[in-house]
């Protein structure tokens, strides 16, 4: 919102509709706006019904929703999930060189081998956690909790998640970037980042 604003760029915001009449409503208030962007952020099943709508109501609107993010959108989607975009936190073909445990692509290679699926972020995040918990051991030299607090808030390092680092006075997550795909042909496409000025 803060960057909407800063273009100059009008934005309202709204609850999630709970009922049918609620969502017919929202989606005839969207189509008498057209707004540049639709963002919506709600449950899978919320997420999943207003992709529907919109579809069934021959809506073109640029949408972006959470559950987009996740395999679970285009399984019950199928063809009608080409265009959404979401949010991702992980994605296999991410262009990363961790300093930290495998590649996205080895580590989701190494998964289908063992489990006989391609992994979906969950996975890779409880991985990274393993390996950054294994990190804040040896620089901590143990188990002691203020230790491996001390460990974790000077740890800066890349795993197949993506960049780890926490604000030391918080405990935050900063180091983390949040990837963005979009449904293409049925499947999910990693959207490259612009290029940094």
């Known amino acids: 919102m803060v960057e909407a604003a800063r273009q100059g760029r009008a934005v309202r915001l709204e609850p999630y509709p709970t009922t049918r009449e609620g969502l017919g409503n929202f989606l005839g208030g969207v189509r008498a706006e057209r707004p540049g962007l639709l963002v919506a952020a709600g449950r899978l099943a919320e997420d ?3 992709a529907r709508a919109l579809r069934r109501r ?40 961790p ?5 996205p692509h080895a580590f989701a290679r190494r998964f289908r081998t063992r489990f006989g699926v391609t992994p979906d972020y969950p996975a890779a995040q ?3 956690a393993g390996l950054i918990m294994g990190r804040c051991i040896e620089v901590a ?3 002691d909790r203020e230790r491996l607090r001390a460990a974790a808030a000077s740890l800066e390092v890349t795993t197949l998640f993506g960049p ?10 900063v180091g ?3 990837l963005l795909v979009e449904w293409v042909r049925g499947r999910r496409r990693m959207i490259e980042p612009p ?3």
């Open 99 to 103: 300093d930290l445990g495998p590649t």
């Open 164 to 173: 780890f680092r926490i604000d030391s006075e918080t405990g935050m997550q």
């Open 126 to 128: 409880a991985y990274a």
């Open 58 to 97: 021959r809506m073109v609107v640029p949408t972006a929703l959470v559950a987009a993010g996740v395999r679970t959108f285009g399984e019950a989607l199928g063809a009608a999930a080409d265009g959404f975009v979401g949010p991702s936190q992980w994605e296999p073909t991410a262009p990363l060189a």
């Open 141 to 143: 030299g143990g188990l």
């Open 195 to 197: 290029p940094c000025n």
């Open 48 to 50: 999943i019904a207003v």
């Open 176 to 178: 983390h970037e949040t």
